[in-house]
């Protein structure tokens, strides 16, 4: 079992400067505490997502730390002109020392890729063509390619990244379906289904996996992300996340509720009782917490146990204490199978 941190970046409160500074001193608290990557979201034109250039923040990351791996999760790529995430994607990589973990998807919300005027319904069959052209340029000296959105002839690749063939790549999935071409791609996952959902997932994954011949050892990653509160008590703990996951949600739904529609998948309970007892919030005791992820890690079949530590208003204080308590009481023990 691995562990890792997702962060969407939600606004935290009126001062953008202060919120970036906190994160990086926590993403340096992150590498100590031995997790093994950070994950940024990408979003734009809402308050889920301050970050939406996950490689200038990430560059910050690159300098803060020396043995955490980190990425986008995910690059939104069809706002992205290939040869431009070529280069950032190498750079991201050369300045790590080979520690970018490369998360591609085609961006779930509609609104936000019509604001840069893509068409969502040319999403997924934009997204494929654009995943091929990145996977060229990253591995190829001269980029050739003829399709339906891209036209490349002979152009030079001057850049290459650390890790060959290229950095490892990741993916959000939101159905079962999609278990069978993540594991032809040999590509991470994070799963944004309820535990019982993660573990068909993982099953579909590995299932795949075996048939196409590949070793158990070496099967990629596939994670559950939740949001995680630590504290001396049950009580301190939930008092902070259900303040903080209130604040988050807002964001979670703004662009949504702006254009009067609900949310596509309504994959996370509205109101906290129902989302804490759905496993979407873990929130308690050190006891508590780590028996709640035991619980769920077995049902899902996950080997990456992905915590959102960061989010709504929770203080710097906060977040760093279920850091500090993950690491000491919790982490050890599931590590263990304790």
């Not at 001062?15 to 906190?22: A, K, N, S, T, V």
């Not at 996950?54 to 939104?76: E, I």
């Not at 075996?210 to 070793?215: D, H, P």
């Not at 992300?225 to 902070?240: C, I, K, Y």
């Amino acid at each position: 079992m691995k562990f890792g941190v997702f962060d969407h970046m939600d606004r935290a409160g009126p001062d953008l400067g202060q919120q970036f500074d906190d994160r990086l001193k926590l993403i340096e608290l992150y590498e100590r505490a031995g997790f093994h990557a950070y994950h940024l979201a990408e979003h734009h034109a809402t308050p889920l997502g301050m970050a939406p250039s996950p490689s200038v923040f990430l560059a910050a990351v690159a300098q803060r730390t020396k043995t955490l791996r980190f990425g986008p999760l995910v690059y939104t790529v069809n706002l992205y002109h290939p040869l431009r995430l070529i280069d950032e994607i190498c750079m991201l990589d050369q300045m790590s020392g080979g520690r970018l973990e490369l998360g591609v998807g085609r961006g779930i919300s509609p609104y936000e890729v019509g604001y840069f005027g893509v068409d969502p319904a040319t999403g997924a069959e934009r997204f494929a063509e654009a995943l091929t052209v990145l996977l060229k340029g990253l591995t190829e000296r001269r980029l050739q390619h003829e399709g339906k959105y891209f036209t490349f002839t002979d152009v030079p690749i001057e850049m290459r990244p650390v890790q060959q063939p290229h950095p490892p790549l990741w993916y959000g999935a939101n159905s079962l379906e999609s278990a069978d071409r993540l594991a032809q791609q040999g590509c991470n996952a994070v799963v944004g289904m309820s535990a019982e959902g993660v573990g068909q997932f993982s099953t579909r994954y590995r299932a795949a996996w075996k048939a196409l011949g590949r070793a158990e050892a070496d099967m990629p990653l596939i994670g559950l992300s939740r949001h995680v509160v630590v504290g001396d008590t049950d009580l301190e703990a939930r008092s902070a996340a259900k303040r903080a996951f209130a604040l988050w949600y807002d964001a979670l739904i703004h662009l949504w509720r702006a254009h009067g529609v609900g949310l596509p998948r309504q994959m996370i309970p509205a109101e906290f009782e129902n989302a804490l007892e759905a496993g979407y919030i873990v929130a308690g005791s050190p006891a508590t917490v780590r028996d709640r992820l035991r619980r769920d890690n077995e049902t899902s079949g996950i080997n990456y146990c992905l915590f959102r530590l960061a989010f709504g208003d929770l203080t710097f204080e906060e977040s760093a204490r279920s850091v500090d308590l993950l690491a000491k009481e919790v982490m050890p023990a599931l590590q263990a199978g304790t």
